[in-house]
C-alpha cells in the first residue's frame, strides 16, 4: 500500500509541474516523462502484485520511448527555427 501512495504522489507532482510550469517545452517534457515513469512504476507494483506477465510493460515502455523521442525531435526543431523553447516566442495562430 505504501508503494502505492509513492506512484500517486509521483503522479500529482508530475501533473502539477506539467499544469504549472508552461513556459519552457524542455520543463513540459520532462514532466510528461515524469508522469510516464510514475505510471510505469505503478503498473509494475499491480502485475507483480497479481502474478501476470509483465510483457506489457515492454510494450508501455517501447511507446513512452517513441513518445520520449518525438518530444526531444520536436524541441530540437522549435529551437532550430526559433532559437530557444518559450512558448511565447512564436504566434499559435
Do not use: P, W
Amino acid at each position: 500500500m505504501n508503494m502505492y501512495m509513492i506512484s500517486l504522489i509521483m503522479f500529482l507532482v508530475g501533473n502539477m509541474i506539467f499544469v504549472s510550469k508552461h513556459k519552457h517545452l524542455l520543463i513540459v517534457l520532462l514532466s510528461l516523462e515524469f508522469i510516464v515513469l510514475s505510471i510505469f512504476f505503478l503498473m509494475q507494483i499491480y502485475l507483480m502484485m497479481i502474478n501476470f506477465n509483465l510483457y506489457m510493460l515492454m510494450i508501455f515502455l517501447v511507446f513512452s520511448v517513441c513518445e520520449g523521442a518525438l518530444g526531444l525531435s520536436i524541441l530540437v526543431s522549435m529551437i532550430r527555427t526559433h532559437g530557444n523553447d518559450y512558448f511565447q516566442s512564436f504566434n499559435l495562430i
